[in-house]
């Protein structure tokens, strides 16, 4: 069984800042994919960004991209997903997902194929 927690959530003005962070149980030699994912009230939960453990590459979604950056740290089960130029609309309950394998490109923007999920933390931005 793996663990997250997240934490970082908070209230910002549009055009803020604001850093989540989720660490994970596993060991950090082991093989990852970590994504956040985020639900608003009366949507869909939706992709928002995604990293692996052995890699450098980092995938988004379009709404975040170039505003949000995902990064981890070496050595240690933990990332971050650093949000700039906040819009209202990026208001939403931000989960961590965290599967055992390295996802291809096309599945780490899927729910369904992550095993573990944290609580998830609320990001709220007032305009």
């Known amino acids: 069984q793996v663990r997250l927690e997240e934490s970082g959530g908070g209230l910002a003005q549009a055009g803020g800042s604001l850093r989540l962070s989720c660490a994970a149980s596993?060991?950090?030699?082991?093989?990852?994919?970590l994504g956040w994912f985020r639900q608003a009230p009366g949507k869909e939960r939706e992709f928002v960004a995604a990293i692996r453990c052995c890699t450098t590459s980092t995938y988004y979604a379009e709404s975040v991209k170039g505003r949000f950056t995902i990064s981890k740290e070496f050595g240690q089960n933990t990332v971050y997903l650093q949000m700039n130029s906040l819009k209202p609309d990026d208001t939403a309950l931000y989960y961590c997902?965290?599967?055992?394998?390295?996802?291809?490109?096309?599945?780490?923007?899927?729910?369904?194929?992550?095993?573990?999920w944290g609580q998830g933390t609320q990001v709220t931005v007032s305009s």
């Open positions: 997902a965290y599967d055992k394998s390295t996802l291809i490109s096309n599945n780490l923007r899927v729910g369904g194929y992550y095993a573990y």
């Open positions: 596993e060991h950090s030699n082991k093989r990852y994919t």
